[in-house]
């Protein structure tokens, strides 16, 4: 079984750049697809953008642009690069992968972004 740990969130300014961080261990092999979610209070759990073990990225309409998605293989990590950031990206963010099929989830890293 794979776990995710998140990092890197905290409290940015509006404008400012936010880089949060996520690393696989344990079981790590086959591991296709990375990804952030984030929930907002009261709002359901979003896509954020995805990265495919070949670097073919997607990301959320809120995001482009703005947001930056990376992964290293040989790391089993994943990074989001934060730039421009808005009161409305502040939000509970989960580091997500796919294995065979199975999602997995990290305990997910708290972003404010203040006016």
């Known amino acids: 079984q794979v776990q995710l740990v998140e990092s890197g969130g905290g409290l940015v300014q509006a404008g400012g750049p936010l880089r949060p961080s996520c690393a696989a261990s344990?079981?790590?092999?086959?591991?296709?697809?990375m990804g952030w979610f984030r929930q907002a209070p009261g709002k359901q759990r979003e896509l954020v953008a995805l990265i495919t073990r070949d670097g073919n990225t997607n990301y959320a309409d809120s995001a482009k642009g703005r947001f930056t998605i990376s992964r290293d293989n040989d790391k089993n990590a994943v990074y989001l690069q934060m730039n421009s950031l808005k009161l409305e990206d502040t939000a509970v963010y989960y580091c997500?992968?796919?294995?065979?099929?199975?999602?997995?989830w990290g305990q997910g890293t708290q972003v404010t972004v203040s006016a």
């Open positions: 344990g079981s790590t092999f086959g591991i296709a697809v």
């Open positions: 997500n992968c796919i294995q065979f099929g199975v999602n997995s």
